[in-house]
């Protein structure tokens, strides 16, 4: 959206901080008013050209709320009209939806780690049995009548101790809760969607790890959860060596000679295609003429991460539209696909998606590979758009009008077509 | 009918308020404290009323049941099913074992009596 641009620069022209512009420019404040024209005037483009995006995501971001209210009764047909007449109310809806499902996904959370978390289970089976040892002989002490010398002290006896490890116990249970809860990092959301957000907030761009080609310690403490350390350490550790194989200074080099061109990169680097997509994805502003997308799946196809891009919905969680080139790569391993692909009824945009799928491992004899996915989003200049052979996707079923679909799973909850 | 419980619970302080009660009321209590070989201990002992504790060393007292309903002449044994989890899929999965019947702790001991004597009662009317 500002390539050509410094960041910097350009908030310091319009008067406002250089993070809070990177906020506005991944759609995470909404851009309106004078700001809006002052930036558009800098940038020397029309003002809709800056809401495009974001009113996209806006309107996707509404379709979810209307279909997961279930049939509530939203005019979804008018869902344009309502992000246009009142974006203020528009965007208060889908953040409320959004903190839905967060709230949603941490009952989950909770209920699983209640469930399936064995510390928590044998601490809990811990104090429950001392409490019924604690029950049990205490009772029989405060039984009328007299007890015999030798029981009575052993009983005694047992209550101490038994009271002893109550009290330890519960402790212990304390403290893990306590350690544990910052898993309250879990009531923002689930561990890959704070580490999205924490890159995100980045820019997807960390000089420290570009100087170095490591990941300094420092740079994931400000990831809250233990998960979403571990989750965020995994994904920086393959960014520092991407950063080793195609240093920024040779990447930008080689875009000046060969231009966005990643199977020339992957030859050029020895590389293989997702390390040059995901170094595409961690360029700094201004590097490439457009900013680029990155979705990744497992073989579950479950999206495993994300970076967004402006007019390209990604569903906040799973179920993604099955015709997305990410998917069908999975299909066909190790051949690498390219779609151009329109996304999202009438406000349709379309993007060139690079994808490819590569077994985590080296296969070995008699062991069936797993397979992730890759997939590069690239937007299409307007003037190169409107293609007839653009493939049509959606974002998810939900929210997809085309009900013809022979890859649709569940009716859809707007009713017109593309 | 004989009055001979095996108590498998690995708690010491447990198994000593449960063997005392039912010392008193008149039932030779055994007693042991590991999940791994209890299925031997059971056929050896050939109590008239098991009391099996479900989160035990060595092996669960769901499996340790399961296999002893799968023994010959251990269908009809009464036991009694100590447990700190009382979620109704617990209870669910006891029930499929074969349990006689199920008891969360904390426990009372008014409750294990009452249990032990339907049980022994019923055992004995057939």
């Known amino acids: ?418 | 009918m004989n009055r001979r419980v095996l108590l498998i619970e690995d708690e010491p302080n447990i198994t000593e308020a449960i063997r005392f009660l039912l010392s008193r009321e008149g039932w030779q209590v055994d007693t042991h404290a590991d999940g791994s070989d209890a299925v031997q201990v059971i056929t050896a002992a050939a109590p008239n009323l098991l009391i099996l504790d479900v989160m035990l060393p060595g092996k669960s007292g769901m499996d340790i049941l399961k296999e002893v309903r799968a023994l010959d002449g251990m269908q009809d044994l009464p036991v009694l099913m100590l447990t700190a989890r009382g979620q109704a899929r617990d209870r669910d999965m006891a029930e499929k074992a074969g349990v006689s019947r199920f008891m969360t702790k904390p426990f009372s001991n008014a409750e294990v009596l009452t249990a032990v004597r339907d049980l022994h009662a019923q055992a004995s009317r057939t």
């Not at chain 1, 049995?129 to 029950?135: E, F, G, K, Y």
């Not at chain 1, 997305?324 to 696909?337: D, K, M, Q, S, Y």
């Open chain 1, 1 to 418: 959206m500002i390539s050509g641009f410094r960041q910097a620069d350009l908030a310091r022209k319009v008067g406002i901080s250089a993070s809070y512009l990177n906020l506005i420019e991944h759609n995470r404040r909404r851009i309106g008013g004078k700001l809006l024209v002052d930036i558009a005037t800098e940038l020397q483009v029309e003002p809709s050209m800056l809401t495009e995006g974001a009113e996209a995501a806006l309107i996707a971001a509404l379709g979810e709320a209307a279909a997961e209210a279930g049939p509530a009764g939203a005019e979804t047909d008018r869902v344009d009209e309502f992000a246009g007449r009142f974006p203020g109310w528009a965007e208060i809806v889908a953040r409320q939806h959004r903190r839905i499902t967060t709230l949603e996904r941490t009952v989950v959370t909770l209920s699983d780690r209640l469930t399936h978390d064995p510390l928590l289970a044998a601490s809990l089976h811990e104090l429950l049995s001392t409490a019924a040892a604690i029950r049990s002989t205490a009772s029989i002490l405060a039984e009328p009548g007299d007890l015999e010398p030798e029981w009575r002290d052993r009983f005694h006896r047992n209550l101490n101790q038994d009271a002893e490890r109550l009290a330890e116990s519960s402790k212990a249970l304390v403290g893990y809760l306590d350690e544990t809860d910052s898993s309250s990092a879990d009531r923002r959301g689930m561990p890959l969607e704070q580490v999205e957000a924490f890159v995100a907030a980045r820019g997807h761009h960390f000089p420290e790890i570009e100087t170095t080609g490591d990941v300094p310690s420092e740079v994931l403490q400000e990831l809250e959860s233990g998960a979403a350390r571990a989750v965020g350490a995994d994904i920086l550790a393959l960014y520092a060596a991407d950063v080793r194989a195609m240093p920024l200074r040779d990447v930008l080099k080689a875009l000046e000679a060969l231009g966005l061109d990643p199977l020339g990169l992957a030859r050029r680097f020895e590389v293989d295609l997702p390390a040059v997509f995901r170094r595409l994805a961690t360029l700094p502003e201004g590097a490439l003429a457009h900013e680029v997308g990155l979705v990744q799946c497992d073989a579950s196809g479950s999206v495993v991460f994300r970076k967004a891009i402006p007019g390209f919905a990604l569903p906040r969680h799973g179920e993604s539209c099955p015709l997305w080139p990410l998917f069908t790569a999975l299909n066909r391993p190790l051949v690498p696909i390219r779609r151009r692909v329109s996304q999202l009824g009438r406000s349709a945009a379309e993007f060139d998606c690079l994808a490819v799928a590569w077994p985590q491992e080296v296969p070995g004899f008699d062991v069936d590979p797993v397979y992730h996915s890759i997939m590069l989003i690239l937007p299409v200049p307007s003037d190169e758009q409107d293609r007839a052979d653009a493939l049509p996707v959606g974002s998810s079923c939900r929210v997809c009008p085309r009900r013809s679909c022979v890859a649709r799973r569940e009716p859809s909850i707007l009713s017109e077509e593309f």
